[in-house]
């Protein structure tokens, strides 16, 4: 038996002891009877607060039911991107150097099929591996929406394994220079993309950042979107994208876009101006994709920048590899407006 699997077994005895169906234990708890459900069958680990909750309904201590419970030793380990690790949360996890490091998946993706790839649940503000967990592999942080497939593949084929961290190009360049990923993928136009030295580069894809706008807004000029005429939603100032409308904006002599609402990926961006019937920064393959009009701004490249020392490390090797490939490029080819030319070509 596994640790989560001796979690609800502890759960369903202290809860059958008391006489409790699955739904008292449920509302003495204020939690959902699915989450009671999952937590028995070994599936889920509650967060903090929902813990301590079902521990007081079964008359016991969280620490008894959870923080004693014969998962593996808690392990320190840091957000890729620096963020502070919430009790509860899921993360994929990885070595640079000596620091272990995480992806903390959000409720979307801890929801998802890579939800089923975690390595572990941060308690007490550390990370406790599940059983037979193994943190290894290359850390890669970027915005690219293909990062996923190529995680998936990677991870399917048992050739290697990455942990892709979506993020800005910005915050990705961030990471790697803190030592806390092993490869970034940034984007821009052609000729701004100048690495530091020491950085093995590698040509991803090509595609056009700019506006994405709902089909109801018959297209509004650049002016309008500036002017604020139209509800915007804009990025992070760490993204490539955000760049771009704010040079844009430079070159029309309009004032400096206020941030306003703004969104964390290219495609929470374009999924909000499709259901507020807005303009979203964004990229041509991801407005495409969800039905929107685009308005391109510039011709951005995609590269992954690796420090020389990490070339040959087992799975940027194999990322590298795969990115020439029918598995990789059919499926990435797929994606409107996402331009394969030169793919895993080293710069």
Same mark, same amino acid.
């Given at each position: ?12 005895? =202290?809860?059958?002891?008391? *006489?409790? /169906? ?19 069958? *070994?599936r &889920? ?23 004693n ?19 509860? $949360? ?5 070595? #640079? ?7 903390? +998946? =959000?409720? #979307? ?12 649940? #941060?308690? *007490?503000?550390?990370?406790? +591996?599940?059983?037979?967990? $193994? ?32 993020t ?17 993928? #940034? ?6 993309? /100048?690495?530091?030295p ?5 040509? +991803?894809?090509?595609?056009?950042s ?6 109801? +807004? ?6 309008a ?24 904006? /430079? ?27 807005a ?11 969800? %039905?929107? =009009?685009? &308005? ?11 420090? /020389? ?20 490029? =059919? ?12 793919? %895993?070509?080293?710069?």
């Amino acid at each position: 038996m596994d640790a989560m699997q001796e979690i609800g077994r502890r759960v369903r005895e =202290d809860r059958l002891a008391l *006489g409790l /169906k699955q739904v008292e234990l449920a509302e003495r708890a204020d939690v959902s009877r699915a989450l009671i459900g999952a937590l028995e069958h *070994g599936r &889920h680990m509650p967060a903090a607060d929902a813990a301590i909750r079902v521990a007081r309904a079964l008359n016991t201590s969280v620490e008894r039911l959870f923080d004693n419970s014969g998962l593996a030793p808690a392990v320190a380990a840091i957000g890729v991107l620096g963020e502070r690790l919430l009790d509860g $949360a899921l993360v994929r996890a990885a070595w #640079v150097e000596t620091a272990m490091v995480v992806r903390v +998946l =959000d409720a #979307v993706a801890a929801l998802s099929p890579i939800g089923a790839l975690a390595d572990g649940v #941060v308690f *007490g503000g550390q990370v406790r +591996l599940f059983s037979g967990a $193994a943190p290894r592999g290359a850390v890669i942080a970027g915005c690219d929406p293909v990062l996923g497939i190529a995680e998936g593949l990677l991870e399917r084929s048992g050739d290697a394994r990455i942990v892709g961290v979506p993020t800005t190009s910005g915050r990705a360049l961030d990471a790697l220079k803190a030592g806390r990923s092993h490869g970034a993928l #940034v984007h821009g136009p052609a000729q701004g993309l /100048k690495p530091p030295p020491g950085i093995q580069r590698w040509h +991803l894809a090509r595609w056009r950042s700019g506006v994405a706008t709902h089909p109801r +807004l018959s297209r509004p000029s650049l002016e309008a979107l500036l002017a604020d005429e139209v509800p915007m939603i804009q990025r992070d100032p760490s993204a490539a994208s955000q760049q771009a409308f704010q040079r844009a904006a /430079k070159k029309l002599g309009a004032p400096r876009p206020s941030l306003g609402t703004t969104s964390g990926s290219h495609f929470d961006a374009a999924r909000s101006a499709l259901e507020h019937r807005a303009a979203a920064v964004t990229i041509e393959p991801i407005a495409v994709a969800v %039905g929107l =009009d685009f &308005h391109e701004l510039e011709v951005h490249d995609v590269e992954l920048w690796v420090p /020389k020392h990490w070339t040959r490390l087992p799975g940027i090797r194999e990322f590298v590899e795969l990115l020439g490939t029918s598995r990789f490029q =059919d499926r990435a080819g797929a994606l409107p407006a996402y331009d394969l030319t030169s793919t %895993g070509a080293a710069r």
